[in-house]
């Protein structure tokens, strides 16, 4: 993206938000000068995609930011382009809350796995911007599709989910005394890579269009559920030979269940993304058959 083509998407995204009255406002808000603010918006305004003071058509906007967006978007893509966007840094930043905490994990480090926790604020942050912008466009713009919008939201809402999964396995380290056994932390390691993959396939089906990228990610999902019942049956062969009378010990085996499991929801939430992605792009409902009888 051009330097000029990021000014003027700073500038449209600064009026879609902000509702400026103004172009000194504008100008003096992104650092620039207001005789460059006009020479972008003058044929936006000509054309009426920009109305004064000052407002977006947002049919056009979607149009034109999808032109300046350095993101790739699929020819299927029905959704709108800011939201796009937002939904692509927060995928971003949840896979960086993931990685935080499992550092800390294999680092056995406090310090950062209290700043993993806090990155969950910024997730927090993000589902709602997310869902107050969905209702802005939605009450803005007559001609949008009410129930696809929303998927935005619930897709916003899957990826806090898997933020506060992060949290679990950074709050092992907080609450517990004993690292991971070698043997463990090698399964670990392997559903950690996992769901990693898994999260990036759903969110790049919702994001582009790429829905068959489905079949992909359910080898992942058995992959998952296969690593989750080897390191169950390692930890339970580890339990058999500690006495329950150390509480401690105890404490330990129930935290490590809990990483175990924020690992095996974090796939759960991924597929539950794709079957979103599905209904959004291809027009095709999802199951009201709770997952756990589906198979």
């Known amino acids: 993206m051009s ?12 009026i879609l938000y902000e509702n400026p009255s103004t172009q000194d406002e504008i100008a003096e808000q992104l650092g620039i000068t207001r005789r460059y603010v006009t020479q972008l918006l003058q044929p936006l305004v000509k054309n ?87 209702e802005t466009i939605v009450s803005m713009n007559k001609h949008s599709e009410f129930s696809k919008s929303m998927l935005y939201t619930e897709v916003a809402y899957d990826l806090e989910r898997i933020g506060d999964y992060c949290g679990h ?11 991971i056994d070698e043997n463990v932390l090698k399964k670990l390691k392997k559903m950690y890579k996992t769901a990693q993959k898994m999260i990036r396939l759903a969110m790049t089906a919702f994001i582009e269009g790429k829905t068959e990228l489905k079949d ?10 296969i690593l989750q019942s080897k390191a169950i049956n390692l930890i339970a062969t580890q339990m058999a030979e500690n006495s329950f009378d150390e509480k401690e010990r105890s404490n330990y085996f129930i935290y490590l269940f ?38």
């Open 3 to 14: 330097k000029k083509d990021k000014t003027l998407k700073d500038i449209l995204d600064f």
């Open 48 to 134: 009426g995609t920009v109305k004064r003071a000052y407002m977006i058509d947002l049919k056009d906007y979607e149009k034109i930011a999808g032109s300046l967006s350095e993101y790739s978007s699929s020819r299927n893509s029905k959704g709108n382009v800011i939201v796009n966007d937002m939904l692509i840094n927060m995928a971003a930043h949840v896979h960086s809350q993931l990685e935080a905490s499992f550092t800390a994990v294999l680092e056995y480090d406090e310090d950062k796995a209290n700043k993993a926790l806090e990155m969950d604020y910024a997730t927090n942050n993000m589902v709602e911007k997310i869902r107050t912008s969905v």
């Open 169 to 179: 396995i950074a709050k092992f380290v907080i609450n517990d005394v004993y690292e």
């Open 216 to 225: 992909d990610l359910m080898e992942l999902e058995d992959s998952i559920h």
């Open 258 to 295: 809990r990483v175990i499991k924020a690992f095996e929801r974090m796939g759960d939430i991924s597929v539950e993304i794709m079957d979103v992605s599905i209904e959004f792009h291809d027009n095709i409902p999802r199951t009201t058959t709770p997952r756990t009888f589906r198979y």
